[in-house]
């Protein structure tokens, strides 16, 4: 069944329910995504993801126009080490310095919403919900010098925003009729697998008054696949076998080269 097909039928079913529900105040919030599982297989270049969902007032009828929506998708979380780079004048080289250890950074986070976020909530309720580039808790390991700590968050954010594995769009989010939403998120080639998932989170008055979740596979399959079990399963055997392609390789590019 296609996602836009299985949403209208669970928007029907949630419809149905609405008297039952008549006595809430906040609204209700279904979400959906346009796929539930991203395959990456050889030239993957990248995908866009879908996230759409409606906003049903339990009272009936059509809610007011007066919500804003944010969609955040995030990655499987992973530990970082991250170095900086020191220039030795004397030398003219480039060396490993100072370095920071972080023990859960989200391997891809993406953010949307219908108007920027500081126009939406305090900076208290952006921290408690992670809403922006800026509130990510990183979790430093270890005693760390807190202006050190900024520099080196600041610098991580920064090499992800580069990569495309970090993604802000403050009006990203289009609201239809003060009912229907939707947003697109661009996945790059380079993310990892895992299980991601896509927050949606309704908006009113400075708080969070309604919420969904949906959940994404990121999967290999192909020779990739086979490549990251084999470096996962059997790690000295695949070590060997790249450092003895990688000999071979170059003993045949110097063969080529001299018979030329």
Known sequence: MRPLAAFILLLTGMLATVPALAQGRDPILVSEVSQNVIRVRQGFTGTE????????????????????????????????????????????????????????????FALASSRPVAELVDPQTAAIYELGLEYLQLSPTGSIDPEKQVRMTSGLVDLKRRQQLYQQVEDGVSITEGVLYQTRIAIPSNVIVGRYTAETLAIRDGRVIASGTSRIEVT?????????????????????????????????????????
Request: charged share 25%.
């Open 49 to 108: 993801l879908l996230v759409f969902g409606a906003i049903i007032d339990p009272r009936g009828g059509q809610p007011a126009g007066d919500y804003d929506i944010v969609v955040i998708v995030r990655g499987p979380s992973e530990a970082i080490q991250l170095r900086e780079k020191d220039r030795l004048e004397w030398l003219g080289i480039w060396v490993n310095a100072e370095s920071a250890d972080y023990r859960s950074v989200p391997s891809f």
């Open 220 to 260: 290999k399959e192909g020779f990739e696949r086979v490549v990251a079990d084999e470096a996962q399963d059997n790690g000295l055997f695949y070590g060997l076998f790249a450092v003895g392609l990688s000999l071979f390789m170059g003993w045949a590019a110097g063969r080529l080269y001299a018979l030329v």
